[in-house]
């Protein structure tokens, strides 16, 4: 099992940044994918992007150059650096936690944060 909790939303006018924080119940290593979605109003929720426990980061097109997912020192947080934010960055932001194997293998996600960028 492994318990997600996000924080660090808020809002921001467009231009500024953000960075949102996810905290693991479990090690962070022990982790195959961890991920961070977005669901703005009357849209499907869509990968933002991810990180492997191998460090290996891949992100959504739109943010690529904006965006970082980065691991805590304390191995157990993951954290999304938002910046050059958009009004269209608008959304809940999720945190995902994909386990491939035992123990604990399956599909976590957390409560969600609040991102709103006004313009």
């Known amino acids: 099992q492994v318990q997600l909790v996000e924080s660090g939303g808020g809002l921001v006018q467009a231009g500024g940044s953000l960075r949102l924080s996810c905290a693991a119940s479990?090690?962070?290593?022990?982790?195959?994918?961890m991920n961070w979605y977005r669901q703005a109003p009357g849209k499907q929720r869509e990968l933002v992007g991810s990180?492997?426990?191998?460090?290996?980061?891949n992100y959504e097109d739109s943010v690529k150059g904006r965006f970082t997912i980065s691991r805590g020192n304390d191995k157990n947080t993951v954290y999304l650096q938002m910046a050059s934010l958009k009004p269209e960055d608008t959304g809940v932001y999720y945190c995902n936690a994909r386990v491939f194997l035992p123990p604990g293998e399956g599909d976590y996600w957390g409560q969600g944060t609040q991102v709103t960028v006004s313009s």
């Open positions: 990180i492997t426990r191998g460090g290996t980061t």
């Open positions: 479990r090690s962070i290593f022990s982790i195959n994918v």
